[in-house]
């Protein structure tokens, strides 16, 4: 029998632990993003929503409403998401939070939620090793479902936020500080009644397409990186590199700080793919937008039904964003304009956002065995 060997032991290991529902991890993930947004917000003292793009800005009416924001002064604590709620709070009550704090908190929260759990149910049907609840999954799902997966879980995402949507581009702080509306769930309840269900969907092609060709991206890169990258990269350095020349076998236990690094990675490439697609589409999508809140006045005024121009309303959008694109030159210009800084901006959020979804995702999962890579006269230990 050849000899065996063990080195580079990192002491890892892991307990077994009872595995949860998916609705826990798509949760804890959709709020680290949500909360790493917040965190650099405030390192980099400017609103949230110049970091990462919540699908509604919860404290836009907060700063509305207050003076030194208004005012564009200098930043200070006052001007932050705790010193903004206080002076809400402080001239309109407690019942200001659950009034126009809470609703778009929660929405939110459920949209996320909603994302990485159908994430989870569709990748463990198309690849049936992911449906259990292990904490590593060998070997690896194959991009193709990763992909498939992201998307189905994107275009989930779009149908159950296209409400939403709707009510974000038509949404005016106005109204609220005229008492048109007492709060946001009245708004939101009159406003969709208004616009009906042909408004409500005016324009969920391009979000259709956006968010699951987006989050098709942005799994499958995650994935690939954390998984089939890492395991590459382990065979490489391991078994050919370090071990060039060992006659015996050698069982291996790889330094505990390679794969945080790779998830780090994990999560830039995931954000960077994704924005890759879904810049370019947001920017139409705006276009699109604003046509339809155009539209929407525009019948108010006349008393007559926006049905008609809803339906050209992708014709005149295109004739629009390729007059915007000639004067900057052609379309690649208009298209990724800010490409890289708005990327810059998410890419720590997002990342802390699937890294909290991967550690949940494994902390509910079952320890099982460690996964053995066997390469020539080595096998490489994952615990």
Not at 10 to 17: E, I, K, T
Not at 60 to 83: C, D, F, H, M
Request: charged share 15%; glycine share 8%.
């Amino acid at each position: 029998m050849p000899e065996t060997q063990e080195i580079v032991v990192d002491g890892g290991g892991g307990s077994g632990r009872k595995p949860q529902n998916h609705l826990v991890q798509g949760t804890s993930a959709a709020g680290a993003r949500a909360l790493g947004a917040q965190f650099i917000a405030f390192y980099f003292r400017a609103p949230v929503k110049a970091f990462f793009r919540l699908r509604v800005d919860y404290m836009y009416v907060p700063r509305a409403i207050n003076p030194r924001v208004q005012a564009n002064e200098r930043w200070s604590l006052k001007q932050s998401t705790p010193g903004l709620l206080f002076h809400a709070v402080k001239h309109h009550g407690w019942k200001f939070i659950p009034n126009q704090v809470l609703p778009p908190l929660i929405a939110n929260a459920s949209i996320g939620t909603i994302l990485y759990t159908s994430y989870l149910q569709a990748l463990g049907s198309l690849y049936q090793p992911s449906s259990q609840p292990t904490k590593r999954v060998y070997p690896p799902p194959p991009f193709s479902a990763t992909f498939q997966a992201g998307s189905a879980a994107g275009a989930i995402q779009s149908l159950v936020a296209a409400p939403l949507d709707a009510l974000v581009v038509r949404f005016r702080v106005n109204d609220m500080l005229e008492g048109k509306y007492t709060s946001v769930w009245q708004y939101g309840k009159h406003k969709l009644h208004e616009i009906g269900l042909r408004g409500v969907f005016s324009g969920y092609t391009l979000s259709l397409l956006k968010e699951s060709l987006g989050y098709g991206l942005f799994f499958g890169s995650f994935e690939y990186v954390k998984q089939q990258a890492y395991f590459s990269y382990l065979t490489w350095y391991y078994g050919r590199r370090r071990l060039k020349g060992h006659t015996e076998h050698v069982t291996i236990r790889p330094h505990y700080a390679l794969e945080p690094i790779f998830l780090l990675l994990a999560g830039f490439s995931a954000s960077v793919t994704q924005q890759a697609v879904q810049h370019p589409l947001a920017k139409i999508q705006d276009v699109h937008y604003g046509r339809l809140e155009s539209i929407d006045y525009a019948s108010k005024l006349q008393h007559t039904s926006a049905l008609r121009g809803y339906a050209h309303g992708y014709e005149k959008t295109f004739a629009q964003c390729k007059k915007q694109a000639v004067k900057v030159g052609g379309w690649n210009n208009w298209l990724y304009k800010g490409f890289a800084l708005n990327t810059l901006r998410q890419v720590p959020s997002t990342a802390a956002g699937l890294i909290v979804f991967e550690l949940v995702r494994r902390k509910f999962g079952d320890a099982g065995e460690a996964v053995a890579i066997e390469y020539e006269n080595s096998t490489i230990l994952l615990s």
